[in-house]
């Protein structure tokens, strides 16, 4: 373990109900590295995982910190920011141009340099820091400038990340720091390990221990050589074993073929990733570091998730309460201009408008759905083809179907709680946290049985129904037909209010708390450690992936 303290290498000690000390768990350095952290930057889950999973950790008393850039938009949102840090980064294998102060290793300039700046996470003592460059400092969003095109330099932008991510992470800033795990999370963090096992080549340097968490393996942040060659990374890194994927580099094979552990966000896609069709080219990969992978599922913020005392909603409810839902719905219905009809089954939708999604089987049989007493209220965007398909219905429908396109955090709330049922019809979904969300909100979730909402979900089969376990409706074909009839049972359930009361409160039962997976994840921290430590005295393949 790298930490500066010994003692801390030892285990926190807690006081049990009688004041005796019990040995509980081992306190790590962590640093956290993501692209999003809510409320700073979100675009979907990641954001609310790298916001809620470092608190629970902060709660199991871990030494953990958020690196994140820093978008304009992140800075403007943090409350009591300062400045805390210049890190210069070694001319030395480091990327020539990151539009940085300094440009060549042969300059004579100083090294190139960034300012660090902190804040913490709002409600806690999770200390987040934020890269501040020329990188980021323009208007857009984190991976597309404002006119929703892509970043025609995410490699630069996030190949920053993963520099400065290392150079604290060695400790080799001002800042007094350093880990003893990083735990990176997808691709835009994938290069960390890498550099790190450079590091760790060199011997003399040992290197914190790493973890990689994929949410999302469709997004896997491929570039061309040329684009590998401008980031002066190590040539020998250009073969198929490492960095290299069909003559372009993958940011994402750096973070599954170097890290001491891999995981995802559900048991379930862990197992599916390893198959051709969710693996995206690189099932042989995560087959082949099988014995390193696995799956945890997410967890939800139960205070900002609360119907019970949620501001952002018409009217808070719990189980005792459940009657006040109802204000929810007519809140919702009005926000849409619907008929406020408590007896139609209104199906709510918050979601990235992208073919992940499966909003093209909702299209498919969009009229046939629409034909039930049924409303659907959608808020997302993404997809211009997709969302104006929507808006074509909701025009030609405006009393059963009504769309906002856009990002609303608080309309997501109303959504959760106005809703009766949840619609996830998606194709795949590495853990999804709506959901989650609707379960906590008594709103049933109807969903396809992939990834975590396959883990997450107990279908309303008679015999769940009588054994009352179920909490949702599943359907498995990814088909138009199929979720039409997902939708044509909740109607009917709907009709027979015991049996829908049941359900609701089944869901609300339910525990998603973080508390559980943080514990998992300082499991995969200390084997991520344990490793890590082995690798010291075990040979690497001559390929360079690890034997494990
Ligand atoms: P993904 O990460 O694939 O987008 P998840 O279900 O894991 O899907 O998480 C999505 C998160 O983003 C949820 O918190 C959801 O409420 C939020 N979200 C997605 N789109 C919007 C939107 N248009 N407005 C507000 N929140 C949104």
Redesign the pocket.
Known sequence: MASKDKDRTLSSTTKDKHGKPRISHPIYNILFVSSESHPFA?T???G?VSNSLPKALKALDQDIRVLIPGYPFAIQKAESIHHVATISLPKKGFPGDLGLSSKSELSSEPPPSVAILETELPGSHVKVWMIESELYNRPGGPYVDENGQEWGDSDRRFALLNYVAVEIAMGRTSLNWQADIVHGNDWQAGLISTLLEQEHSLKSNKRPATLFTI??MAHMGVFSRSRFDDLQLQASLWNPHELEFHDNFSFIKGGLAFSDRVNTVSPTYAKEIQTAEFGYGLAGLLTHRSDRLCGILNGIDMQEWDPATDPMIEQTYSIETLADKQSNKSALQKHFNLPQNENVLLLGM???LVY?KGLDLLLDNIATILSLPVQIVI???GDSKLESRLKQWAVKYPDKMQIQI????G??HLVEAGSDAFLMPSRFEP????QL?SLRYGTIPIVRNTGGLADTVIHASRENLDKNTATGIIFHEAQGSTLFEAINLASLLFQDHTTWQKLMVNGMQQEFSWQESAKHYLDLYSQAIEDRNKSYSTSYSTKGIRKN
């Open positions: 979100k979907g889950g990641l609310d949410h999302n918050v979601a990235r992940q808020l997302g965007s856009g990002y609303d955090e309309l997501s853990c999804g946290l709506n969300y």
